[in-house]
């Protein structure tokens, strides 16, 4: 989610919406694509995604961070702070004067399907990808953590992680944050230009209103496109929900798709559309839109639908064949700083996941210290659904048939 595209303070109830366990479901009871994906079908579909287990967990790298003072960081489009002429990244350059470390800097995630695409043939074999953080939403990350594709962290070199929130540390497919720690957090609902939809949008069957058609985008991220429309179809995403439940929210959005109401399905690039005017509704991710409306004075809407929306999270690991682990660690304490943790926040306008920022943001803008797109509400969080973790099984077939709608 940029950022996405993906928890958050230390309320009850983020940390059961977050802590949301692992269920697994039967197969499904409907051919939805008319077979395109049979036994053998399944079986290629884990082997292509690298879902199931690995053959062999290939090695750590050797970490030569002590030779080479230097890390490479891949993430979201605009998921860091930027001066104003949008050419540096402040933060990063203050890290790079404190550490010694030269750090790079690459927005080469805009999707996670297709970011995974790029890599996972050399994460198999253990191979150094070009990056030594990469940044990726909760359930990708929970793939690299399974198939042994993520370093193990030394958390007595980062005294800042301690920072993270309670609701944080504890997440089902890294407990304890042995291998990742969140990057930044958010909320997945419907966003529209103020000026061609006037009304606004409060559920997602405005989304669906005839004079909308041609116009309308929704994500590439399954667990919020469909999160949302099963929320729209009175089914808790964060629940054990059954294959029916899937597969009618799958329909609905198969039959948008083929109809032309939906334009196109997109990642974080859906902004560039609302910022050209080629869509003026969409499913779409909090940050975003206040980015765009820094730009776009205002000319934009964010809300989460009267149904409920969906809440994520993106975090930073290190790959199995980074060899500066030591150097990526240093990076991710240095972004666990309070203070730090603010500068960032007030510039993509995310949910952080630093305790003590919301104290230092008052120091960098007290409006936004009170932002509950950064620092949400009780009431926001109890509105909102963390989509629940798939098994390997599952999330080859739904995400599988996912993609087949969508024409990915």
């Not at 005017?277 to 909090?286: C, Q």
């Amino acid at each position: 989610m940029s950022p996405h595209r993906r928890p958050l303070p230390a309320d009850p109830r983020v940390r059961a919406l977050v802590a949301q366990a692992s269920h697994r479901g039967a197969l499904s009871r409907r051919s939805f694509l008319a077979g395109a994906l049979g036994t053998a079908g399944v079986g290629a579909l884990l082997a292509a995604c690298g879902t199931g287990a690995p053959s062999a967990v290939p090695a750590p790298a050797e970490d030569l961070s002590s030779s080479k003072k230097l890390v490479r960081w891949a993430n979201w489009t605009q998921y860091l702070d930027q001066d104003e002429e949008g050419t540096s990244y402040p933060s990063l350059e203050a890290f790079e004067a404190q550490s010694g470390l030269s750090a790079t800097y690459a927005e080469d995630i805009d999707d996670n399907d297709t970011f995974y695409g790029k890599i996972s043939g050399q994460l198999k074999n253990g191979q150094d990808i070009g990056y030594d953080v990469v940044t990726l939403t909760d359930w990708m990350a929970a793939r690299l953590i399974r198939l042994g594709y993520a370093q193990k962290l030394h958390k007595s070199r980062m005294p800042n992680a301690e920072n993270i929130l309670p609701g944080l540390e504890h997440v089902d497919f890294d407990y304890g944050r042995t291998h990742s720690l969140t990057w930044q957090s958010g909320f997945a609902g419907l966003a529209w230009d103020k000026e061609k939809v006037p009304r606004g949008l409060h559920s997602l069957e405005d989304l669906w209103d005839p004079d909308l058609a041609g116009r309308v985008e929704v994500l590439s991220e399954m667990r919020d496109t469909i999160g949302l429309i099963m929320l729209s179809q009175g089914v808790d995403p964060s629940s054990n929900w059954s294959d029916d439940d899937f597969y009618d929210a799958l329909e609905l959005l198969k039959r948008k798709i083929e109809s032309g109401h939906i334009r196109q399905v997109r990642g974080n690039a859906y902004t560039q559309d609302l910022a050209s005017g080629d869509a003026i509704a969409v499913i779409g991710w909090s940050g975003d839109i206040t980015s765009l409306n820094y730009e776009a004075d205002g000319r934009f809407e964010f809300a989460i639908p009267e149904a409920g929306g969906t809440l994520w999270s993106d975090n930073m690991l290190v790959p199995v064949g980074s060899p500066y682990l030591r150097n990526a660690e240093e990076l991710m304490n240095y972004y666990y700083d309070p203070e730090v943790a603010a500068q960032v926040a007030a510039w993509v306008n995310y949910i952080t996941p630093v305790e003590g920022a919301q104290e230092a943001m008052v120091a960098i803008d007290p409006e936004l210290a009170e932002d509950p797109m950064i620092f949400p509400t009780p009431e926001i969080l109890s509105n909102v659904s963390v989509f629940r973790t798939l098994t390997p099984d599952q999330e080859a077939r739904y995400n599988g048939e996912f993609l087949t709608v969508i024409g990915a």
